[in-house]
């Protein structure tokens, strides 16, 4: 027993050798699983099986040699405790029947119901009118989209942080973690739109570029991966819109530059001039005339009627944004499109991520009030200084949350 040990234990293809002075329980049962590291290795292994392994941590494993097993504890990125994993030590397996099962780990770190939970009775809803002043939050959306009453908002439009777009707008360093975060965005969204209303997102696919001239450059697909969680999180797909830039736009992102010089076959790749913009509806079995039919205010309906030249296809042809104090600004044009054809005047119009607070602007200007959160101070301080001119006298009406209102200019006193 006081003599040197060399156990050589395998776990897939990596070999460790372990010199000590003693037996340790594990290793004097012939078991396969006999130190932490290999435990977190195995749970490591299984987390990237299911896609959980950027969005999850693995605890302190235990051994419990009465049942020749180890429990490893799963938290989230806030220390809570989510689930456990449990290994057969003699195998290395992990026990599906004793480990917390994935779909319910998702749950927990989405914070949503847990399944079994009794659902709330529904009951039939007159059209309601939301009570919500035009509203200016600093801080994260998740925790601000928490404090609004439920279906308050008429209209949902934004433009998320484009993934590692810019350095200095993204504060995501793995894609699970964005899409995580989006998910659960998009899941307390549903809860503050009304029934059978719009959510209007505008995003583009994202090129990560190669760290060496030894890799490849990779683009994400973001628009399409988003249009996944919507669909679970309960919408209905209604519109794919391509919104066109001029075609010297996208020569900044320097894809096709290479095939331009060289022209040789297989390094094509198309300069990306275009964004989406998905339009989706909270799943409802209202029909869209509903809306129509049943509006409290018969005349605000005839009020909001889309003059001519509207858009009639799904290609619409506006120029960029260049406002330089935002890294990723989109045109007041494509925001007054959105909020015209998707609601009334009088409505609610969310901007979960307001950057610089165009939504806040296009809907002042539509007769719509807004509900505008961001989290980056300077972008607040931008609003600020630009809400007087959307509202003129009616901007001291502003509620703000989260930051101190702009002092009142000379012209209102």
Known sequence: MGQSVRVRVRLGIRERRISRNTRLVAESRRYLVTTVAQARTIVSTWLQAIGLHNAVQIGL???????????????SGRRTTIGEVVIDAYTTEVLADKTTKPDLLETRLLQKPEPGAA???????PYSVSKLRN????????????????????????SPPYFNARPEYSEYEVYEQYLLKMRGVIRRCSR????GRFFVMNSSPVLL??????????RLA???????????????????IVWVKPEGAGWATGRGRRFAADRNPLQYKAVPVTEYVMVYRKRTDRLIDWHIRNHPDPQLVLDSKIPDGYEKTNVWRIQPSTRSEHPAP??????????????????VVLDPFAGSGTVGAAASRLARRFVLFEINPEYVKLMQSDVENWLGKNADQV???????????????
């Open 119 to 125: 659902p709330l009775p529904r009951t039939p809803a």
């Open 192 to 195: 503050v739109l009304s029934e």
């Open 135 to 158: 509203t200016i939050g600093q801080g994260d959306c998740t925790d601000l989209i928490d404090q609004m009453p439920t279906g308050s908002v008429d209209l949902i439009f934004t």
């Open 209 to 218: 570029r190669r760290s060496s001239r030894n890799e490849a450059s990779r």
């Open 330 to 347: 989109f045109p007041i044009a494509l925001a007054e499109r959105v909020i015209k054809y998707y609601s009334f005047k009088g409505d």
């Open 222 to 240: 973001v628009p399409f991966d988003l249009h996944r969680v919507f669909i679970e999180e309960g919408f209905d797909f209604i519109d794919d």
């Open 399 to 413: 509620l703000w949350i989260g930051c101190e209102p702009p002092a009142p200019s000379l012209c209102l006193l």
């Open 61 to 75: 494993p235990e051994i419990d040699d009465r049942h020749h097993i180890w429990r490893v504890g799963l938290r």
